[in-house]
Structure formats: C-alpha cells, structure tokens
C-alpha cells in the first residue's frame, strides 16, 4: 500500500502539481533574481547548448540537480566530486530557493510512508526549482544524463555512479 501511494504522490508531483509540460516554458525572469548567480561553466554551457535553454535555467537546474545528490551521496564522494568538478558549489549556490511548502509537504508524505531517503520530498523541492526556472520537471530527466556524462569525464566512473545513485528514484 505504501508503494501505491507513495507512486501516486511522485507522479502528481512531477506531472501537474508545478505545471508540468513536456516543453521548456518561457525562461522565468524570478531564475536571476532568486538566486541572483548565472554560473557561466563548461557545465553550464553544455547544458545550453543540448538543451537550447538560457544560461540561468542551465545554472539553476544543474545546482538543483547537485544539491539533491550532495543529500544522497556519500561525503566522501561528494567531496570527490567538487574536488574534480570546482563549480559545483557556484551551480548550487545559482539554484533557486524554495518559495513554497510543496517540498515540505512532500517531505511530510515521505515521513508518513516510511521513506527515510525522502525521496518524495526531493522530488518536489527539484521540480518545484525546474518550475521556477521556467522549466517542466520532465527536463530533469534530460539534464541528468548530461551532467553525468560531464561528471564521468571530470571525475571519473566512480563518481559518476555515485551521483547517478544519489538521484535514482526521482
């Protein structure tokens, strides 16, 4: 019972609650004035380039990515991490702060469930940053297998599954 209700919540979440679209909305103005950073990385540049999106949703997206993982991740491999990639904690400090008490809710939900990583409390705090980037949660999905490919290639294959790791079931 606990799995069912617990699928329901992640798929509300993640497919209308923040206004879920499968396309890149119109890039949100609030992205530079939430965090007030624009992180111009080779990270960040890459992500504009696949992704065609503006540099401060790249910045954003990838610092919220990264501040889930450094939740899940072993400090040692995050440590590891940051030592071979040096602007993750610019990216996470360009990650837009929460507005609202969806996250918390969700995190709540977790508790009442039984899931002690939070996941669903996760889920929502990231799609809740994508959202106000401008950004469908379903481009979650499209960040992550670029950032990994960045993270392999600067920090290796152990790293790399790592944060992979960290944000498996999201």
């Given at each position: 019972?606990?799995?069912?209700?617990?699928?329901?919540?992640?798929?509300?979440?993640?497919?209308g609650?923040?206004?879920?679209?499968?396309?890149?909305?119109?890039?949100?103005?609030?992205?530079?004035?939430?965090?007030?950073?624009?992180?111009?990385?080779?990270?960040?540049?890459?992500?504009?380039?696949?992704?065609?999106?503006?540099?401060?949703?790249?910045?954003?997206?990838?610092?919220?990515?990264?501040?889930?993982?450094?939740?899940?991740?072993?400090?040692?491999?995050?440590?590891?991490l940051?030592?071979?990639?040096?602007?993750?904690?610019?990216?996470?400090?360009?990650?837009?702060?929460?507005?609202?008490?969806?996250?918390?809710?969700?995190?709540?939900?977790?508790?009442?469930?039984?899931?002690?990583?939070?996941?669903?409390?996760?889920?929502?705090?990231?799609?809740?940053?994508?959202q106000?980037?401008?950004?469908?949660?379903?481009?979650?999905?499209?960040?992550?297998?670029?950032?990994?490919?960045?993270?392999?290639k600067?920090?290796?294959?152990?790293?790399?599954?790592?944060?992979?790791?960290?944000l498996?079931g999201?």
């Open positions: 019972m606990k799995k069912v209700v617990y699928s329901v919540a992640v798929a509300a979440l993640l497919s609650c923040f206004g879920g679209s499968t396309a890149v909305k119109e890039p949100a103005t609030a992205a530079v004035s939430n965090t007030g950073d624009v992180v111009s990385s080779a990270l960040s540049n890459r992500l504009v380039q696949e992704l065609g999106i503006t540099p401060a949703q790249a910045s954003g997206g990838a610092g919220s990515l990264f501040q889930v993982a450094k939740a899940g991740m072993q400090a040692n491999d995050f440590n590891k940051v030592s071979a990639v040096p602007e993750v904690n610019n990216l996470m400090g360009a990650a837009p702060k929460s507005k609202s008490g969806w996250s918390q809710v969700a995190s709540g939900t977790s508790a009442l469930i039984g899931d002690k990583s939070n996941t669903l409390g996760q889920a929502a705090a990231l799609a809740e940053s994508f106000s980037l401008g950004l469908s949660s379903d481009m979650i999905g499209q960040f992550t297998p670029i950032i990994s490919d960045y993270v392999k600067e920090a290796g294959n152990q790293i790399s599954k790592a944060l992979l790791g960290s498996s999201l």
